[in-house]
């Protein structure tokens, strides 16, 4: 198959070739992202293999159905940035990759929360000036301590085993349970109790419509004062105004952040050489106590092997004229 690839750098251009070693379809990189402005470069293409910052919004589905194209391939799990009433309406087919190494970000959340405690990211920098005052580094322990976990998936589901592992109480949430919980003591709790209980809240649950600011003003007042808060899902699930807000307030202690709503504009690209246009990002960059990474957790050998591998075969899947166990359609998503 004819394949337009968007959003690629040269590690996913390596990972994906390999990959498509015995597939064989017809691969064209293109480092932009695919939005309605380069929409065109889509034509002739019978599929489009995308990432978590394309737009595959109406105008753009349309204009690639113009062009040709019958399927889209996230190269990820999420697909919140995709029209799926549209895409049905048009015939588009939606793949995705459900599941690659959700330890490579249950893992870097887990860094993330250790790394703010114990300001790791501070000490670092401080010895390496010559500086080895231990003023402004003080932790705490993360044993006993309770931590909140939203969405006890793939990901929620290993760092619930990780935190277990370190000795704390876990309160979770999902509206679909999943027992093998169980075996980590965590106990499945409604959001309010959640939040005023949490010493440490991190959000693993997709976003949908009714995950949509999850946290809000209303939310962050139940929480405890000096609380941590993780969320290396959507961006979207936070009131980025709000967060700042509790920052500002001391309601927030710690923010650790690898996803951010209006990341589309800035993360996986070098901006070291120019000035941030979004004051609210740039606000959240002057406070100690917030740690940002850009969208890398899921960035290991292990999970870019995995995308590169599924998404070709959803694609010669499709391309045989099978169903795909990893198609996404509007009423449910099979997996
Ligand atoms: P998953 O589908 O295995 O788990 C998501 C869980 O969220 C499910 O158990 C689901 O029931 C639950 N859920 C749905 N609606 C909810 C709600 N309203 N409140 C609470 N829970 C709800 O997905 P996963 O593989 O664990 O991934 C979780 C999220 O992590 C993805 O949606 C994606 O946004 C994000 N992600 C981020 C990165 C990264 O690099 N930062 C990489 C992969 C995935």
Partial sequence: MKVAIFSTKPYDRSF?????AQSQHQLAFFETRLTF???????????????????LDKAVLQAIHEGGT???ALRCAGFNNVDLLTAKNLGIRVVRVPAYSP????EHTVGIMLTLNRNIHRAYNRVRD????????????LNQLTVGIIGTGQIGSVVAKIMHGFGCHLLVYDPYPNPALSEFHARYVQLPELFSVADIITLHCPLTPETYH???TQALHQMKHGVMLINTSRGALLDTQAV??????GKIGYLGLDVYEEEADLFFEDLSGRVIQDDVFSRLLTLPNVLITGHQAFFTHNALEQIAVTTMSNISTVERGETSPNEVTTDRVRS
């Fill in 37 to 55: 402005e380069t929409v065109t470069l889509a034509a002739g293409f019978e599929a489009v293999c995308v990432f978590v910052n394309d737009q």
């Fill in 16 to 20: 994906l070739e390999a990959a498509n």
């Fill in 70 to 72: 019958r399927l889209i």
């Fill in 214 to 216: 999850l946290i809000s």
């Fill in 130 to 141: 010559g500086n080895f005052a231990l003023d402004g580094l003080l932790g705490f322990d």
């Fill in 244 to 249: 700042i807000n509790a920052l500002k307030s």
């Fill in 103 to 106: 330890y490579a970000v249950a």
